[in-house]
């Protein structure tokens, strides 16, 4: 098989084993998230999984990563809107969904698990990095260390959320607390100007 092509059917190969990871962690938790049943939901042999990822803690930093890469590319989608309004919805909606949630469960496994901890941290401050910097270019007046406790008050906010989400379902409610959270931060969100949105 030319070189290439070899290439191509072990991403593809790769990608697969993210996709059915994700999903058993969506429906079973971390705790449930096993070779087997990743291995079963692909549809790959042992061989094929364990070529790519040889532990279950490398599989499942590298699904959540895999997650956050679609969620950070959806979201610098949004950025051009001229409506700050529409952007915390798409924000919003990122962080309730059930693959944000299950990466959170990684979060707090992390708690005890020093390695896992470590191996999760580069994936998180992107993912954290992404979420917040389209806001942070668009809120005025306000000094440096206050955009950081914005920032990284709006973030712990949303985690919050969704991880509460788990037991109530509530969306409109989570959206009045986020607007309150503006509002009683001051925060001034600007539109992005018209020659900067996506033409």
Same mark, same amino acid.
């Given at each position: 098989?030319? &070189?290439?092509?070899?290439?191509?059917?072990?991403?593809? @190969?790769?990608?697969?084993?993210?996709?059915?990871?994700? %999903?058993?962690?969506?429906?079973?938790?971390?705790?449930?998230?096993?070779?087997?049943?990743?291995? @079963?939901?692909?549809?790959?042999?042992?061989?094929?999984?364990?070529?790519?990822?040889?532990?279950?803690?490398?599989?499942?930093?590298?699904?959540?990563?895999?997650?956050?890469?679609?969620?950070?590319?959806?979201?610098?989608?949004?950025?051009? @809107?001229?409506?700050? @309004?529409?952007?915390?919805?798409?924000?919003?909606?990122?962080?309730?969904? &059930?693959?944000?949630?299950?990466?959170? %469960?990684?979060?707090?496994?992390?708690?005890?698990?020093?390695?896992?901890?470590?191996?999760?941290?580069?994936?998180?401050?992107?993912?954290?990095?992404?979420?917040?910097? &389209?806001?942070?270019?668009?809120?005025?007046?306000?000094?440096?260390?206050?955009? %950081?406790?914005?920032?990284?008050?709006?973030?712990?906010?949303?985690?919050?959320?969704?991880?509460?989400?788990?037991?109530?379902?509530?969306?409109?409610?989570?959206?009045?607390?986020?607007?309150?959270?503006?509002?009683?931060?001051?925060?001034?969100?600007?539109?992005?100007?018209?020659?900067?949105?996506?033409?």
């Amino acid at each position: 098989m030319e &070189p290439e092509r070899r290439q191509s059917r072990a991403l593809r @190969t790769r990608d697969l084993v993210l996709s059915a990871a994700v %999903e058993v962690m969506v429906e079973h938790g971390y705790a449930g998230l096993t070779m087997q049943r990743v291995q @079963t939901r692909a549809g790959v042999t042992r061989g094929a999984l364990t070529h790519h990822f040889s532990s279950m803690r490398e599989l499942a930093v590298a699904a959540v990563d895999h997650v956050a890469r679609a969620q950070g590319a959806e979201i610098q989608g949004a950025v051009g @809107t001229a409506d700050p @309004t529409a952007l915390i919805d798409v924000l919003h909606e990122v962080t309730r969904r &059930p693959t944000y949630v299950a990466g959170l %469960e990684l979060w707090v496994a992390a708690r005890t698990d020093p390695a896992l901890r470590e191996a999760l941290g580069p994936g998180a401050r992107e993912l954290a990095r992404q979420l917040r910097e &389209p806001l942070l270019g668009r809120v005025g007046d306000l000094d440096d260390e206050r955009l %950081e406790v914005f920032g990284d008050g709006l973030l712990s906010l949303l985690r919050g959320l969704a991880i509460g989400g788990v037991l109530r379902d509530r969306p409109a409610l989570e959206k009045a607390v986020l607007q309150a959270w503006l509002v009683a931060f001051g925060a001034d969100l600007q539109p992005v100007p018209s020659s900067s949105a996506p033409g």
